[in-house]
């Protein structure tokens, strides 16, 4: 499975949800980018990448902002759509997105994400956790000031 959108703060039910899948043994990779265009949501993306980390869930970040929004289950299906990975999208815009079951339209997108993938930077679960206590702080206040102002969903 691959989880592909400019912005990630999952909701609770996202955590558990792909949590589930990790227990069955099903592969997740997530494509991000290294920086949005929006400071706290990048900020708010990286509180996150820890637990994803432990969780099994690798990791690729892109130089490059990303605009695309989707998962891409086997070549079975792939939904991509308007909906971000974050509050937003889940609870308070109206967004649409499309499943597609063609395989050989899922192969095309897949085809796409891949060609994304191979420019990105793999998230090193060590290497991650040696960032400075000022980085934690950013992530701290970004995700306080998420759900300040989105919830505690």
């Known amino acids: 499975m691959i989880l592909f959108s400019p912005y990630y703060f999952p909701d609770k039910k996202l955590l558990m949800a792909l949590w589930r899948a990790r227990r069955r043994g099903v592969k997740i990779d997530l494509l991000l980018p290294l920086r949005s265009d929006i400071r706290l949501m990048t900020y708010a993306s990286y509180a996150w990448f820890s637990l994803m980390s432990k969780l099994g869930v690798k990791i690729y970040l892109s130089e490059q ?29 109206y967004e649409v997105n499309v499943r597609l079951r063609d395989k050989g339209v899922v ?30 702080l950013k992530e701290k206040i970004a995700m306080f000031l998420y759900r300040l102002w989105h919830g505690d969903k």
Not at 72 to 90: K, Y
Not at 111 to 116: P, R
Not at 117 to 133: G, Y
């Open 107 to 136: 192969k095309k997108i897949k085809d796409k994400i891949f060609s994304w993938m191979e420019k990105t930077i793999a998230l090193n679960e060590q290497e991650w956790e040696k960032r400075s206590w000022g980085q934690r």
């Open 65 to 93: 902002m990303i605009h695309g929004k989707g998962v891409i289950v086997d070549d079975e299906l792939a939904v991509v759509g308007s909906a971000n990975l974050e509050h937003t999208s889940f609870y308070d815009d």
